[in-house]
């Protein structure tokens, strides 16, 4: 992707599952690749916001019984004070950290601390974009921050975000939190906005493009005129069954398949999670496999005496723990 002079460059990944460290020690080491920092990183949900064990759902319990990443939110962020290792991702590189200093931006997704999270949402949407700071924070050292359904992120550098949380009503079996469902009065204030944003981030993608999969719902996104788009793109995570990026009615639909360690041996991190956006005219999107990802894999992590997980990249900070 070559870089224009001056476009703004936000960074995308798909569902992380609870690899929080994963996702942002990847990014933070793509951005010093690059050689410029992102004004953004955006996660399309099932973040794994838990923040008690008694809020765990059975599909999280499951996977977590081998591989505690699955857990890393509510053994390592929602803690206070959280491991040493969690501060340094955003500590800048001079003074010792990796350096990502931008906002960290999440809608939710359908696996979910939702006791937790609805407690962070006040009532009703905004009707002007607000700025990062007026996002409530996720984990206990204000990291990660919370774009809830219907709202629009203004960024600092200008680029503006909007969101879209959960999945369709009725096409999962398992009986979730009101708010794992896709609030429709969220959409409408959105779809009511006179100029598009730049990024759509949805849990979810269109069931226009993936079938049983998708949301009939968020179709109506990809049925406005192309002259008068909700947004220029569209990054979602979720189930993808179509993974091409195509362009709908003026938008431009990016899907990300999941973060976790998988592969044989369950050791790989995800390779089709990663999304670079850059916001020039038209916008860029280089959705790739970052080149060292393997130098993430699951045996290179340490382990401390407590079963967490702590990156290769931060495993200094773990040491005696």
């Not at 979602?236 to 973060?259: F, K, M, N, Q």
Request: hydrophobic share 40%.
């Amino acid at each position: 992707m070559a870089h224009h002079r001056d476009a703004k460059t936000l960074a995308v990944v798909g569902d992380v599952h609870g690899h929080l460290q994963l996702a942002l020690c990847v990014l933070a080491e793509w951005q010093l690749h690059l050689g410029r920092p992102f004004s953004a990183v955006c996660l399309c949900g099932d973040v794994g916001t838990f923040s008690e064990e008694e809020q765990l759902d059975s599909a999280t319990r499951r996977h977590a019984r081998d591989n505690p990443c699955e857990l890393e939110f509510l053994t390592q962020w929602a803690v206070n004070p959280q491991p040493p290792w969690i501060e340094a991702i955003f500590r800048p590189r001079e003074a010792g950290g990796l350096g990502l200093g931008c906002p960290v931006i999440m809608v939710h997704g359908n696996h979910e601390g939702f006791a937790h999270l609805e407690e962070l949402v006040p009532p009703g949407y905004p009707e002007r974009p607000v700025t990062r700071h007026e996002l409530p924070t996720v984990d206990s050292g204000g990291h990660i921050l919370l774009l809830p359904s219907g709202w629009t992120v203004a960024l600092d550098d200008g680029p503006t975000i909007a969101a879209v949380g959960g999945i369709e009503p009725g096409q999962r079996l398992a009986r979730y939190h009101p708010m794992a469902y896709i609030d429709e009065d969220a959409l409408a204030h959105l779809l009511g906005r006179r100029t598009p944003v730049d990024l759509l981030i949805t849990h979810q993608g269109p069931a226009r493009l993936q079938g049983e999969v998708g949301s009939p719902t968020l179709d109506i996104v990809l049925e406005r005129p192309p002259a008068r788009p909700l947004a220029r793109l569209w990054c979602h995570g979720h189930s993808v069954r179509a993974p091409a990026i195509r362009e709908e009615a003026g938008t431009r639909v990016v899907p990300l398949h999941d973060v976790p360690f998988g592969g044989l041996g369950g050791d790989e991190p995800g390779a089709d999670a990663w999304a670079l956006v850059e916001l020039a005219k038209p916008p860029v999107v280089r959705r790739e496999t970052p080149w060292f990802l393997r130098t993430f894999r699951r045996q290179r992590w340490t382990e401390t005496s407590a079963g967490q997980l702590v990156s290769p990249t931060l495993a200094y900070l773990a040491r005696g723990a």
